[in-house]
Structures are given as structure tokens and as C-alpha cells.
């Protein structure tokens, strides 16, 4: 199919090409890079937070550096760079087109990713990465602030740069003999996700740049100093950042349509109602923003509207999940590594969603607000579901980028170390929010069972790091050395491929 | 199919439909009492279908993933494995 590292090329070749497939091994290669680094810092705040008192970072202004690092880098540099890989890699060839429609606006959009992220990186801003005034506005240190949000702001113009490019190509590249009732569940994924990020993203490119006048004391949007409110940052970010969640997750539920119906050695049971849900999370995306903001004040009349439109979102969401069991009954599921991660990201994808039901409920949101309950909901809904489909796609790919197969025992080892570890860290944190402990603290006292409850997180967080050494040594040395993959068949399901090796796009 | 489909149409409507009169304010301290413990009523009885529902669908999923792995001895090659496209 698409085979990208079978004859070896030189670097710079892939570097300055076009190819979709060059520049999805680009996303593909910096966004794991991004996971690694990411989840250092996570590591790093969870050796911090074992036992009460110093144990590995000298001050809270570090570790509010380290966790406004750690969210930006796995939001915005692995978790979105690693579906746009999906995508360039997959979507041209399922319209059955050359390329992308605007192939050098592609590669533009990832050369935009580096440099966003050295000012990301380099100016450790600490304000969390949502930047809520009035202390973005007004006391975050400088330049760290202003590099994080030069750096958000170019990342933003990526997506919106990446999202024209899916849009064109799949509206308007696709082969004429394809109506867009025929286009793959991916495809759609990714049209439905590029379709939020442009009704999205425009708000808080403007959300940033009035956080910067107002941190140059030119004007006084968010500053209450200067008659601001900061209650409207917060509209502006979460009109954003809540459909952002379905920019996510949705490309991550694109992958799982096409893992499941393969190993399971079926056709995917209705096509058309995986449409109608993506179409329908698209729209409930936008009816949902604030309820992240109940504790603001906010009117009982405005508090119930957003609580039953971000309930409108479980019924879609359970169409899809209705149609990956269906798919996978009467089937003969072989548990290759990417079918145990997908079928682990939909069991996970469940839990959070519940947990979500709790936390868009006013009366129960008020017991969880701003506690470790959301930090364990928010890392179970963006580990637990779209990184496990994100990293099930990964093994998916590997034989038809490296033209070699990864090992599958360490595979195995891998999805059960993750597995493992998710539940371990992030029910415990649910368990833990219910306990009382708040979010985003440095240090908490010493009451026995925030003890032992941040001691096992911690634990389990490095389970997870332990499978992801084993990761990225398995994907290292079978690129190098793995077994020669049957590019047929490499998972050796029988049947045919829609999408066979021999459909791939010659280089240009 | 169809029937089912606009038949739950129906009757998600009516379920709604009752409850509609909750969004809007109210207007008095005893009104405003009352309707938060309506919410309260109709979460509860929410929560109750989707935790019901929950773990019959997980279950469900733990016995399907069991009962057609490939190495059940019952398993069996389904029609599309050596003919149609996967």
C-alpha cells in the first residue's frame, strides 16, 4: 500500500517531499517523538506527587511549568499531529486520488508543528494549558507566556491548513465513480473532525490574540484591572476546546472502524449509521461548551441547556459502539496487538463516557469540579480511548510503512502493561477527586488514604511507561530488523483488502 | 429497521417533551428549589438506564470477545474471509 521506508531514501528526500505518505511519516515520527516527551513530564509529576512533601521537583513554579508542558505537548503535538499522519497516509488513497489536494499547503502545515513547538518547549509557560485569566493577563512571567501563545497561535493555523486540505480532498478529489455515501468510516472521521476545527479553531485565534494585547496593556479584555472579564476567556477557550475533544476523538473512532471489521473478518454492520453518528457528534460538539464553566456563576436556565445538549452526545456515541459489536458478532476475531488495542480503546471508551455523564450533570458536577475526578476522566477519555486507537493504528500501519512486522509478543505486552496501568491511574484519580484532593496542586497533606491513592497512581503510571519503553524498542528493532511482512495479508486474516499494497501513489 | 428507527424517534420525543418545561427559569426561590430537585429526580432516573444499560453492553463485550475469538472451537470461517473484501 503505502511502504514508505522499503527502499532506503534518504532522510532529506522525506524531509522537503510532498507525498502525503512522506509527510504522514513526518506526523507520524515527530508526533511520537512529542508522546515520549510528553509523557516524561507525566512521569516526572507523578514522582513528584508519590508522597507528600519534595520528592523530585524544587518549587510549584516548575511544576506548573512541567504540567502547562506536559497537557500542550500530548493535546496539541501528539495526539492531532499522530491523526493527520492517519490521515495523509489513508485518505487519499480511500478517495482514490493522487494526493491531497493542495499536497505543498500539506507539507507547510507540518513544517509549522517544529518550530510552534521549540516555543512551546523553550518557554515552559505555567499557567495550564488553557491559560485562564486573570493570571495569563496579569502575572504569568514573560516571555514564556507570550512564546506559548506565538506557539498555540501557529499550531492553530496548522489545523485549520491541515482541515481545508481533508475537506478539499474528500468533497472535491474523491473519484467520481465514489458518491460520498461509498467513503470509508476513516474518511469520514476525518471530514467530520476537519469540519469542527474550522467552525472551531477561528474563536480562540481570537481568544489569543486579545490575551496577548491584553498582556501588552493595550487593551483590557480578560484584565478585571481594566473592566475585563475573564469569565469570557473561558467561553472563548471552551467554544474551542470542547469540540476540540471531538477532534480527537473522532479520528480515533475512524481507526477503530477500520480495525475492527478486518480482524474480525467482517464487513462493518451499518456504514451509514457510522455516518449519522459522526455527523451528529459534529453538530452536539458545539451545544456542549460550558459545561466545563458551572461553577462561574452561570444561570440555572444556561446550566440546564448545556447539560442536555452534552447528554445529546451519548446517543451518538453509542451508535458507534452498537456498531462495533455488531460488526464484531458472528465473526472470527483474530486478537492481533491493534484488534486487543481498539477492542481495549472502546471497553476504556465506555468508562469515560460515563464518567462524563457525571461531570455534565450540574448537581454532580459541583461534588467533582476542579478535583483529581477530572484529571482522571480527562486522562481516561484521552489515553484510555483516543490514544489506544491511535496507538492500535500505529502496529496497524507498521507493515505497510516499513515493509517489515513488529514483534507481536511485545505487542501483546504492551496493550496489557497500558491496559493495566489506565486503570490502575486514572480510576484511582476518579476515586481520588472523590476524596477531596484538588487539581493542579504541587504538594497535599498528609491524610492516609490521599497517601496511598497518589502512591498507586504513581505506580501505575509506571506500568505505562514500562510499556512504552517496550514500545518504542519493538518499533526501533523491527523497523530494522523485523520479519519481512506478506504485504498481501500481513496479518494473515484471509479475504481481500478494499485498499490492497499494489493501489499506492507513485512518488512525484 | 426503519420502523424501529422512527418508532424511537416517537418515543425519545415524548420523553423529551415533558421535560422541556425545565430549561426555562424560574422565577421565584421556591420555584427555583423545586426544579433543581426535578433535575436531581430526572438524573437519578437517567443515571439508573445508562448504568443498566452500561453494563449489559459490557458484558456483552467481555462475552462476544470471548465466544468468537478465532481459538473457540466453535469459531467458524465467516463468508467474507476467503471471497469478499474485508
Given at each position: 500500500?503505502?511502504?514508505?521506508?522499503?527502499?532506503?531514501?534518504?532522510?532529506?528526500?522525506?524531509?522537503?517531499?510532498?507525498?502525503?505518505?512522506?509527510?504522514?511519516?513526518?506526523?507520524?515520527?515527530?508526533?511520537?517523538?512529542?508522546?515520549?516527551?510528553?509523557?516524561?513530564?507525566?512521569?516526572?509529576?507523578?514522582?513528584?506527587?508519590?508522597?507528600?512533601?519534595?520528592?523530585?521537583?524544587?518549587?510549584?513554579?516548575?511544576?506548573?511549568?512541567?504540567?502547562?508542558?506536559?497537557?500542550?505537548?500530548?493535546?496539541?503535538?501528539?495526539?492531532?499531529?499522530?491523526?493527520?499522519?492517519?490521515?495523509?497516509?489513508?485518505?487519499?488513497?480511500?478517495?482514490?486520488?493522487?494526493?491531497?489536494?493542495?499536497?505543498?499547503?500539506?507539507?507547510?502545515?507540518?513544517?509549522?508543528?517544529?518550530?510552534?513547538?521549540?516555543?512551546?518547549?523553550?518557554?515552559?509557560?505555567?499557567?495550564?494549558?488553557?491559560?485562564?485569566?486573570?493570571?495569563?493577563?496579569?502575572?504569568?512571567?514573560?516571555?514564556?507566556?507570550?512564546?506559548?501563545?506565538?506557539?498555540?497561535?501557529?499550531?492553530?493555523?496548522?489545523?485549520?491548513?491541515?482541515?481545508?486540505?481533508?475537506?478539499?480532498?474528500?468533497?472535491?478529489?474523491?473519484?467520481?465513480?465514489?458518491?460520498?455515501?461509498?467513503?470509508?468510516?476513516?474518511?469520514?472521521?476525518?471530514?467530520?473532525?476537519?469540519?469542527?476545527?474550522?467552525?472551531?479553531?477561528?474563536?480562540?485565534?481570537?481568544?489569543?490574540?486579545?490575551?496577548?494585547?491584553?498582556?501588552?496593556?493595550?487593551?483590557?479584555?480578560?484584565?478585571?484591572?481594566?473592566?475585563?472579564?475573564?469569565?469570557?476567556?473561558?467561553?472563548?477557550?471552551?467554544?474551542?476546546?470542547?469540540?476540540?475533544?471531538?477532534?480527537?476523538?473522532?479520528?480515533?473512532?475512524?481507526?477503530?472502524?477500520?480495525?475492527?471489521?478486518?480482524?474480525?473478518?467482517?464487513?462493518?454492520?451499518?456504514?451509514?449509521?457510522?455516518?449519522?453518528?459522526?455527523?451528529?457528534?459534529?453538530?452536539?460538539?458545539?451545544?456542549?461548551?460550558?459545561?466545563?464553566?458551572?461553577?462561574?456563576?452561570?444561570?440555572?436556565?444556561?446550566?440546564?441547556?448545556?447539560?442536555?445538549?452534552?447528554?445529546?452526545?451519548?446517543?451518538?456515541?453509542?451508535?458507534?459502539?452498537?456498531?462495533?459489536?455488531?460488526?464484531?458478532?458472528?465473526?472470527?476475531?483474530?486478537?492481533?496487538?491493534?484488534?486487543?488495542?481498539?477492542?481495549?480503546?472502546?471497553?476504556?471508551?465506555?468508562?469515560?463516557?460515563?464518567?462524563?455523564?457525571?461531570?455534565?450533570?450540574?448537581?454532580?458536577?459541583?461534588?467533582?469540579?476542579?478535583?483529581?475526578?477530572?484529571?482522571?476522566?480527562?486522562?481516561?477519555?484521552?489515553?484510555?480511548?483516543?490514544?489506544?486507537?491511535?496507538?492500535?493504528?500505529?502496529?496497524?500501519?507498521?507493515?505497510?510503512?516499513?515493509?517489515?512486522?513488529?514483534?507481536?509478543?511485545?505487542?501483546?505486552?504492551?496493550?496489557?502493561?497500558?491496559?493495566?496501568?489506565?486503570?490502575?491511574?486514572?480510576?484511582?484519580?476518579?476515586?481520588?477527586?472523590?476524596?477531596?484532593?484538588?487539581?493542579?496542586?504541587?504538594?497535599?497533606?498528609?491524610?492516609?488514604?490521599?497517601?496511598?491513592?497518589?502512591?498507586?497512581?504513581?505506580?501505575?503510571?509506571?506500568?505505562?511507561?514500562?510499556?512504552?519503553?517496550?514500545?518504542?524498542?519493538?518499533?526501533?528493532?523491527?523497523?530494522?530488523?523485523?520479519?519481512?511482512?506478506?504485504?498481501?495479508?500481513?496479518?494473515?486474516?484471509?479475504?481481500?483488502?478494499?485498499?490492497?499494497?499494489a493501489q499506492r501513489n507513485p512518488h512525484h | 429497521m426503519s420502523k424501529i428507527f422512527h418508532l424511537s424517534i416517537i418515543i425519545a420525543t415524548l420523553c423529551i417533551i415533558p421535560t422541556i418545561s425545565l430549561v426555562f427559569a424560574a422565577e421565584t426561590t421556591g420555584e427555583y428549589l423545586d426544579r433543581k430537585a426535578e433535575i436531581w429526580n430526572l438524573f437519578f432516573r437517567m443515571m439508573t438506564v445508562a448504568f443498566v444499560v452500561g453494563g449489559v453492553i459490557a458484558g456483552t463485550m467481555v462475552w462476544q470477545v470471548w465466544r468468537f475469538r478465532e481459538s473457540n472451537p466453535k469459531a467458524k470461517p465467516t463468508p467474507y474471509e476467503e471471497k469478499g473484501e474485508l
Amino acid at each position: 500500500m503505502v511502504l514508505a521506508l522499503a527502499k532506503a531514501r534518504p532522510v532529506w528526500q522525506i524531509m522537503f517531499s510532498t507525498h502525503h505518505t512522506d509527510v504522514g511519516l513526518l506526523y507520524l515520527v515527530f508526533s511520537l517523538l512529542a508522546m515520549f516527551i510528553g509523557g516524561a513530564m507525566a512521569i516526572a509529576l507523578r514522582v513528584e506527587l508519590f508522597a507528600p512533601g519534595i520528592q523530585l521537583i524544587e518549587d510549584s513554579m516548575s511544576y506548573n511549568r512541567l504540567f502547562t508542558a506536559h497537557g500542550t505537548t500530548m493535546i496539541f503535538l501528539f495526539l492531532l499531529p499522530s491523526a493527520s499522519a492517519v490521515g495523509n497516509y489513508l485518505v487519499p488513497i480511500m478517495v482514490r486520488y493522487k494526493d491531497m489536494a493542495y499536497p505543498k499547503l500539506n507539507a507547510i502545515a507540518f513544517w509549522m508543528i517544529p518550530p510552534a513547538a521549540a516555543l512551546v518547549w523553550l518557554g515552559m509557560a505555567d499557567f495550564g494549558w488553557y491559560a485562564n485569566p486573570p493570571y495569563s493577563v496579569i502575572s504569568a512571567p514573560a516571555p514564556a507566556a507570550e512564546m506559548w501563545i506565538f506557539g498555540l497561535k501557529v499550531l492553530g493555523v496548522s489545523s485549520i491548513l491541515s482541515s481545508v486540505n481533508f475537506v478539499v480532498t474528500i468533497l472535491k478529489c474523491k473519484h467520481p465513480d465514489m458518491s460520498l455515501g461509498k467513503v470509508p468510516l476513516l474518511a469520514w472521521s476525518f471530514l467530520s473532525s476537519s469540519i469542527i476545527v474550522l467552525a472551531a479553531m477561528p474563536t480562540f485565534a481570537a481568544a489569543l490574540l486579545m490575551l496577548l494585547t491584553d498582556r501588552l496593556g493595550a487593551t483590557g479584555f480578560f484584565n478585571p484591572a481594566m473592566g475585563g472579564d475573564p469569565i469570557a476567556y473561558q467561553h472563548l477557550f471552551w467554544f474551542t476546546f470542547h469540540p476540540e475533544v471531538y477532534v480527537l476523538v473522532i479520528p480515533a473512532i475512524g481507526m477503530m472502524y477500520e480495525i475492527i471489521p478486518r480482524f474480525s473478518r467482517r464487513p462493518i454492520f451499518s456504514h451509514s449509521s457510522g455516518v449519522a453518528a459522526f455527523v451528529i457528534l459534529s453538530l452536539v460538539a458545539f451545544a456542549s461548551w460550558a459545561h466545563h464553566m458551572y461553577a462561574t456563576g452561570m444561570s440555572f436556565t444556561e446550566k440546564t441547556v448545556f447539560m442536555i445538549g452534552t447528554l445529546a452526545a451519548v446517543p451518538a456515541s453509542a451508535m458507534h459502539v452498537f456498531n462495533f459489536l455488531a460488526t464484531m458478532w458472528n465473526g472470527r476475531i483474530k486478537f492481533a496487538t491493534p484488534m486487543m488495542w481498539a477492542v481495549g480503546g472502546i471497553a476504556l471508551f465506555f468508562a469515560a463516557g460515563a464518567g462524563g455523564v457525571v461531570n455534565s450533570a450540574m448537581p454532580l458536577d459541583f461534588i467533582t469540579h476542579d478535583s483529581y475526578w477530572v484529571v482522571g476522566h480527562f486522562h481516561l477519555f484521552v489515553f484510555g480511548t483516543i490514544a489506544f486507537g491511535t496507538i492500535g493504528f500505529v502496529y496497524y500501519l507498521f507493515p505497510y510503512i516499513t515493509g517489515r512486522m513488529y514483534s507481536e509478543k511485545w505487542g501483546i505486552v504492551h496493550f496489557i502493561l497500558a491496559f493495566v496501568g489506565a486503570c490502575i491511574t486514572f480510576f484511582t484519580q476518579h476515586i481520588l477527586g472523590l476524596f477531596g484532593m484538588p487539581r493542579r496542586i504541587y504538594d497535599y497533606p498528609e491524610i492516609d488514604s490521599w497517601i496511598s491513592m497518589n502512591a498507586l497512581i504513581s505506580v501505575g503510571a509506571m506500568i505505562i511507561l514500562v510499556g512504552m519503553v517496550i514500545f518504542l524498542a519493538n518499533m526501533i528493532y523491527s523497523t530494522a530488523k523485523g520479519k519481512p511482512a506478506n504485504m498481501e495479508d500481513p496479518f494473515g486474516l484471509g479475504g481481500k483488502y478494499y485498499y490492497p499494497y499494489a493501489q499506492r501513489n507513485p512518488h512525484h | 429497521m426503519s420502523k424501529i428507527f422512527h418508532l424511537s424517534i416517537i418515543i425519545a420525543t415524548l420523553c423529551i417533551i415533558p421535560t422541556i418545561s425545565l430549561v426555562f427559569a424560574a422565577e421565584t426561590t421556591g420555584e427555583y428549589l423545586d426544579r433543581k430537585a426535578e433535575i436531581w429526580n430526572l438524573f437519578f432516573r437517567m443515571m439508573t438506564v445508562a448504568f443498566v444499560v452500561g453494563g449489559v453492553i459490557a458484558g456483552t463485550m467481555v462475552w462476544q470477545v470471548w465466544r468468537f475469538r478465532e481459538s473457540n472451537p466453535k469459531a467458524k470461517p465467516t463468508p467474507y474471509e476467503e471471497k469478499g473484501e474485508l
